[in-house]
């Protein structure tokens, strides 16, 4: 039984920092709110054919993100009368990075599973102070993924396609992935903050006296 509250133990202090940095980064990466903010931001509409607000092309993005369309190809344009905005090229590099993306959804998903079953292990155990005490060290697991990661996503490399500066390459670009990774850094910390708070309060000790 030690052996197993030692595994456990250990898998809530790494599964719950790794749920919410997955979880946030993710949801982020697919959220339409995200993109029409950076393209409204970058008056991203003013700099392609046709009538297109910035809030349908962060949508369009979004879509594409979450898989609602299969290929990244505008299909509000009118391939008679306007060309399309995204070459074959860049279509191909968005797919392949869709698909890293919803390669972590497996980690999230296993992580997710795990920081529920330890959590219920000492539920049931009764041993709510080594649930607080995974808590508690869990936000430095959280503070040295982050320092981590951060330079190696900082470094993410846009490829330049076809040598020029294409639409693709205005509206995707580096700020744009610092925006990313900074939202996702927010949105982990208040996710660490939620799920703490609810760990909190499932293994706050009874009063002797009420």
């Given at each position: 039984m030690k052996a197993l509250t030692h595994i456990f133990f250990v898998l809530l202090i790494l599964c719950l920092p790794i749920t919410s940095v997955l979880l946030a980064e993710n949801a982020v990466s697919r959220a339409p709110d995200f993109y029409t903010y950076e393209f409204t931001k970058l008056q991203a509409s003013q700099n392609v054919e046709g009538e297109i607000s910035d809030k349908e092309l962060g949508e369009f993005f979004s879509d594409f993100m979450m898989g609602k369309t299969k290929d990244f190809l505008f299909t509000s344009y009118d391939p008679e009368e306007e060309q399309e905005p995204f070459t074959e090229e860049e279509g191909k590099w968005m797919l392949s990075f869709r698909e890293r993306l919803n390669f972590l959804l497996g980690p999230l998903a296993a992580a997710f599973v795990l920081l529920i079953a330890a959590s219920v292990f000492f539920w049931r155990q009764g041993n709510k102070?080594?649930?607080?005490?995974?808590?508690?060290?869990?936000?430095?697991?959280?503070?040295?993924?982050?320092?981590?990661?951060?330079?190696?996503?900082?470094?993410?490399?846009?490829?330049?396609?076809?040598?020029?500066?294409?639409?693709?390459?205005?509206?995707?670009?580096?700020?744009?992935?610092?925006?990313?990774?900074?939202?996702?850094?927010?949105?982990?910390?208040?996710?660490?903050?939620?799920?703490?708070?609810?760990?909190?309060?499932?293994?706050?000790?009874?009063?002797?006296?009420?």
């Open positions: 102070q080594k649930l607080r005490a995974a808590v508690k060290l869990s936000w430095g697991v959280f503070i040295l993924l982050w320092a981590g990661l951060l330079p190696l996503l900082l470094h993410f490399d846009i490829p330049t396609f076809s040598g020029t500066d294409t639409f693709f390459q205005l509206v995707f670009n580096k700020d744009l992935i610092k925006d990313w990774i900074y939202v996702g850094i927010a949105g982990s910390i208040l996710i660490m903050g939620i799920l703490t708070s609810i760990f909190w309060k499932l293994s706050k000790p009874k009063r002797m006296f009420s």
